[in-house]
């Protein structure tokens, strides 16, 4: 599986962005989709998750403001971001799973300014 991921960008404290992860294969409505972001001298920090049924998780720090979303016809998920604050900036990655393996996108900078 390879992810492809697009959407990031330059946005003002308090505006919107919406990230998109395309995969290939066939497989795709078998796997668990999310996205990690990392900020500069800091850890990786889980954002967001969708399994394959649809049912969601949010990380805290993002919940009420992002939103996790697929389209099985597309081999597609989103991380619709609003309310963005300088907090959020970060190369954000999008994830697959399926039972025990994990395949990972390269990232899409996210840059939110004060």
């Known amino acids: 599986v390879q992810l492809q991921a697009s959407g990031g960008g330059l946005v003002q404290a308090g505006g919107s962005l919406r990230l998109s992860c395309k995969a290939s294969?066939?497989?795709?409505?078998?796997?668990?989709m999310g996205w990690y972001r990392q900020a500069p001298g800091n850890q990786r920090e889980w954002v967001a998750t969708?399994?394959?049924?649809?049912?969601?998780t949010y990380a805290d720090s993002v919940r009420g403001r992002f939103t996790i979303s697929r389209d099985d016809s597309r081999n597609t998920v989103y991380l619709q971001m609003n309310s963005l604050t300088p907090d959020d900036t970060a190369v954000y990655y999008c994830?697959?799973?399926?039972?025990?393996?994990?395949?990972w996108g390269q990232g899409t900078q996210v840059t939110v300014s004060s």
């Open positions: 994830y697959a799973f399926i039972r025990r393996l994990y395949f």
């Open positions: 294969g066939t497989i795709f409505r078998l796997l668990g």
């Open positions: 969708i399994g394959s049924g649809g049912t969601t």
